[in-house]
């Protein structure tokens, strides 16, 4: 018999009502499951499905880890390309002097730079001709680091939740444009859900790719362009939301995570395990990749990189942040 542990160090009670609720439903199972807030309070040999990166000196003998951050940001990005994703067109470049250079190569005057630490889209900038520099030219990643087209079309994103082969309905997030000058501020806003069917297939294959790379519990983020095209943007692996999902759309979100679960318990837990960086994570080894969408940012956006743009929509939002 398998022993899971949800590794959490969340206090929100809708969190630890869910978790409860899933320990509960793997037990009835005949699966010893339960969770708690330390990984070292964790039972020794157990499956470890952490929400947040742990020390790998404090993991417990002989667990088995997913969840650990296993694939940095371009690694994260050709993996969904390989599972039949559109990825929006990116690249990585070997030296800071070099990327003056894809403005011209991509025939733009912006982009967007994604360092492999952001979070919340904290380390994320605009850079354009005039300001071209990351935030922090000793702390640039190379082999991390990413830079991305910018889509024409709604700002707004769009995320999926998936373990394994269940990719849970999508949530629409109300997120400022990235020409906005509060972009990096209490930037959205939960709205309804959704879903995009046609991406289910290379979603559920993401899901079950991940456990071989050692993540668990992950999601995506879209965005869609003037055309109406989605196109991924980002896959985190690590400290996802789950505060405003799990309390508001429990049955969707706890009930899409546990047959997810179920599924992988019944095909025998395949994963790489890992308390560190899988070797199979060197296998990812573009430096560019995705499409180029047809939709160029539009002349508005093109002629004022440095203004403001506030569209009725984020005037109506800026009453409820």
Request: charge should be neutral; glycine fraction near 10%.
């Amino acid at each position: 018999m398998e022993t899971i542990n949800f590794i959490d160090r969340s206090k929100e009670a809708s969190v630890q009502q869910g978790l409860t609720f899933l320990c509960e439903q793997l037990t009835g199972l005949g699966i010893r499951a339960r969770w708690c807030p330390r990984v070292e309070e964790a039972d020794p040999g157990a499956i470890l499905l952490l929400h947040d990166p742990v020390d790998e000196d404090k993991i417990p003998p002989g667990c088995r880890v997913l969840g650990q951050r296993c694939l940095n940001r371009r690694q994260r990005l050709v993996l969904a390309e390989r599972c039949g994703l559109p990825v929006v067109s990116w690249t990585s470049v070997a030296d800071i002097g070099d990327i003056p250079k894809l403005f011209d190569r991509w025939g733009v005057d912006a982009f967007l730079f994604k360092a492999d630490w952001s979070y919340s889209r904290g380390g994320i900038k605009c850079l354009t001709r005039r300001d071209w520099q990351p935030f922090n030219p000793r702390r640039f990643n190379p082999d991390a680091d990413v830079f991305m087209r910018i889509l024409n079309g709604s700002p707004d994103t769009h995320k999926v939740d998936l373990f394994y082969d269940q990719a849970f309905a999508c949530r629409h997030m109300h997120t400022r444009s990235v020409f906005d000058r509060k972009f990096y501020k209490g930037f959205y806003q939960r709205s309804e859900l959704g879903f995009i069917p046609p991406l289910e297939p290379a979603l559920k294959r993401l899901g079950k790719a991940l456990t071989l790379y050692g993540q668990g519990f992950s999601g995506v983020d879209f965005m869609y362009d003037a055309e109406g095209q989605p196109w991924v943007i980002e896959l985190n692996t690590s400290s996802l939301g789950r505060e405003g999902t799990w309390s508001r759309w429990p049955d969707v979100y706890l009930n899409g995570y546990l047959a997810g679960l179920k599924s992988w318990i019944r095909a025998g837990c395949p994963a790489e395990f890992c308390h560190g960086i899988p070797d199979k994570a060197a296998q990812l080894t573009e430096l560019s990749g995705g499409a180029l969408p047809l939709s160029q940012p539009d002349s508005a956006v093109i002629a004022g990189l440095n203004t403001t743009r506030v569209t009725k929509t984020e005037k109506l939002l800026d009453g409820v942040r």
